[in-house]
């Protein structure tokens, strides 16, 4: 018999016409009252209650086994899946040894690290593993999103001769004879592969920051999802690209993920017009405000919290772009705005009061480049074969990076950004 | 006039209900005859005619140069494309210096090293960056296909605390106050969300081999398309799960890159059963038609070419997976056969004579498991977040992992696998 059955899926039980299935899975949780005995069977698709009855009545099985189940598919009123199996057969696959935890609770009481440190056992958890089913969805979504926008798919090398900031906090790494270091960005490449006539290109792969910050939105290793595009006339079309990507996205994991969502309590935001604050503006709103003092030229997180539920209050949006940054504080390839250079035509996204991107406009013209490296004090000739692009036709361009796991965490408001990382990467924290 | 009108694509051109279009693209060739000037534009999609007169006639710009074209659509039978534009104004957006080589050409004449070294000039060659849309083709397919068949896609980190194959040749670098390594492959991670309940994942990444090996076949950075699920009966539907994958890529590609696969002189092949030959039988082979001697328990560069060979013809076939190689010849998580557990059920795929694959079914017991790595003399502890995995429960499982520019460079017959890679990183190749 058993060769002849094939793997039923248990969300395919409930419309299923047949009447003896196969099942393969987890054992949630295991009941013994009487004469009958009442298996919780759980596999990537949902949860059944299996009834072991007569010789099966009292079966010993360890709960997180594997096992497959034969048996009889009968309705009932009792679960909210309305079919419940009679059990025919039952055979282990693997055993499970006791857990360091319990995963069989309604929420996971346990602690970040150790949710961590045992991810295989806190993944089996349903709220655990619909976050990273929500974060794959959104992957698809932003890819599927660009693909039709006539984007390509790039892959850039991340072991780099520079960091793309020019700055501290790169990983350093022995490369044969020479010294390499991990991309904190694809930067530098997108652009060439727009200028290289690719047009628009988007990436997605991880980047690395060799930042000490332990705080609950800072990972040393995240995904970025990378956009660059030609032929902009400003960087509010750069803006408009990022809104529509994320209006799909949500679009498609509210479609998508309707089971996982309602496990993690989530609802999809309607994203209409994204509100535009400038820098200046927004230091202004949290001082008259909130009397809240600002750095220069920057917000920092108190700020920020305090602008999510500003424009929360205001514009009743999630999502608020500070635009206009000045130029000290942006990286040196970003285009100086044409009626005040001291600003830049530069932008983040805030999404609920953290920032979750930043974009701007590039510089497109060799000489504006070169002065723009010369005044941040860095030396060209280390950024030769970047530079070198902008000598032989760049189109106008911009771009813009999402932050993965910040997206995922702010839009299931989980408690630290770790949790929307499978095997999350810090500075303590490289195991496993 | 310009603020009205959007840019048109070149494609579009041909169908356009248009009679006034704004085009922007490159400048490919310009060429004087007495009062006209001709200008070939080149877009993302496509080169078109410009019709130089009157005023514009002997317009100065230089070749890439990024220029829009307003003019009137004409038809004609002169060029292939059946329209050309009769230009009412050029503006440039940004100048072109000379550039180092030509990329008008029908064939982009011009060695590898400076292929890769100005990449940005050589993308601009039509056969060039077609390589790198057929590239994004395949991985939004491999997605696709995995996706519908209910595949997570994973994200895991590459800075690891140890290579997955527990070998040499692997990257290390300093990790805050810990030494790391850069992963060779997803392999653990992705064994570990299966075991997670996930039950099907994929990932698509970038790997890391510090290998010295500097041939046409080897990058020392490179992207993985890498799959794993769970529930599986034996390590055959591993192999048909490839089948499937790659079917579905090459069908994609052959669908929407008509035009690319033209200019690259490309056909996609047909993939009907794919031959499985045994290791010991694919050297019997070798030996008794070819009088080639293969290294014990494996096959050599060469051999794996007449291995390709041979299956073209006899099967027809580009492809052969190569079975049951013995246990010392595969890692430590591999699953020994059942019946001669000298050999695993392991399996490569070779195309057209170069391997592009590894899978097998993996030890998904416990105990099993420890002995495998004890009897390869690995240290347990040192892969303790790895091993504790299987105390808990975990499915019989397998997967595979497909080096996504071999795939790319055997397909399109490129002359060495650095021309997929937009910037590969060799022994030497660290710029740009």
Redesign the interface.
Known sequence: MEQTLK?SLIRECKSSSKKVVLL?G??KKIRHLGNLSFLLL????GVIQCVLENDLAGYKV?V???VEIIGELVETTKTELGVEVLAKEVKV?????R?PFEVNKRKLQVGLDQML?E??????HERV?AI??V??TF??AF?EYL?EN?F??????????QGAEGGANV??????Q?E?Y?AQSPQ??KQ??V??????VFE???V?R?E?HNSSRHL??Y?SLDVEFG?IHDFHEVMKLEADVLRYMFKKVGQKCEKELNLLEATVPIISEIPKITLEEAQEILKTRYRKESPVGDLDTEGEKLLGKYVKEMYDSDFVFITHYPKEARPMYTMPNKDNPAITDSFDLLYKGLEITSGAQRI??YNMLITSFEEKGLHVEDFE??I??F??????HGGFAIG?ERLVYKFLELSNVREA?????D??R???
């Open positions: 793997r393969q987890w054992v759980r596999d990537r698709t360890d997180e086994s594997v696959l693997n055993t499970s040894d857990l440190n991810r295989v056992i806190s993944l089996r593993s990273f089913k974060q794959s992957v698809r890819s693909i006539d390509t798919q790039i892959f850039t090398p991340k072991i780099v001769s990983f350093k790494l022995p490369y044969f020479k390499a991990l530098f490449y060439m592969m200028a290289g006539g690719l047009e628009r997605i792969a991880p690395y060799a000490y040393n290793e995904i032929f497109h013209e074969s970047y070198n692009t000598q032989y036709g760049c189109p106008p993965l990382s499978a095997f999350p990467r500075c303590t490289l195991i496993p």
